[in-house]
């Protein structure tokens, strides 16, 4: 099924924007070893972000069929992935602040979104 690879970059900057209201809004900065996804799991088959490469980069492409081999002989990296993806879904949404600690409402709107995307993931790589 198309989109369904993960990609970390090796080399190189990229963009990160989302479209709202019809404009472009820069949401971050990909550099070396960051993930990205294009990736049916995160987003339920919608295009949620643009990531452009700004200048030459090298990325590495992880098949669904590799990421699942790795999750099935490291259960953590599950977790540890859903953790990842719901504090980049807060931090796009803007609920993650700059504070030093975060608040309650901040820390149970990351244990829900953890949890909603360990289950869509268990559910993808069929768990």
């Given at each position: 099924?198309?989109?369904?690879?993960?990609?970390?970059?090796?080399?190189?900057?990229?963009?990160?924007?989302?479209?709202?209201?019809?404009?472009?809004?820069?949401?971050?900065?990909?550099?070396?070893?960051?993930?990205?996804?294009?990736?049916?799991?995160?987003n339920r088959g919608k295009r949620s972000a643009t990531v452009r490469a700004e200048g030459d980069c090298y990325?590495?492409?992880?098949?669904?069929?590799?990421?699942?081999?790795?999750?099935?002989?490291?259960?953590?990296?599950?977790?540890?992935?859903?953790?990842?993806?719901?504090?980049?879904?807060?931090h796009t949404e803007g609920i993650l602040k700059d504070a030093a600690s975060p608040s309650a409402e901040q820390?149970?709107?990351?244990?829900?979104?953890?949890?909603?995307?360990?289950?869509?993931?268990?559910?993808?790589?069929?768990?």
């Amino acid at each position: 099924m198309e989109g369904e690879s993960m990609f970390i970059l090796l080399r190189g900057e990229a963009e990160v924007s989302i479209a709202k209201n019809g404009s472009t809004i820069p949401v971050a900065t990909l550099r070396l070893g960051r993930l990205f996804w294009r990736n049916v799991v995160v987003n339920r088959g919608k295009r949620s972000a643009t990531v452009r490469a700004e200048g030459d980069c090298y990325v590495m492409e992880i098949s669904k069929d590799v990421m699942g081999g790795v999750i099935r002989q490291s259960p953590d990296c599950l977790r540890q992935l859903s953790e990842l993806l719901a504090k980049r879904k807060m931090h796009t949404e803007g609920i993650l602040k700059d504070a030093a600690s975060p608040s309650a409402e901040q820390n149970a709107k990351q244990r829900e979104y953890t949890a909603n995307f360990l289950k869509r993931l268990k559910t993808f790589f069929a768990l």
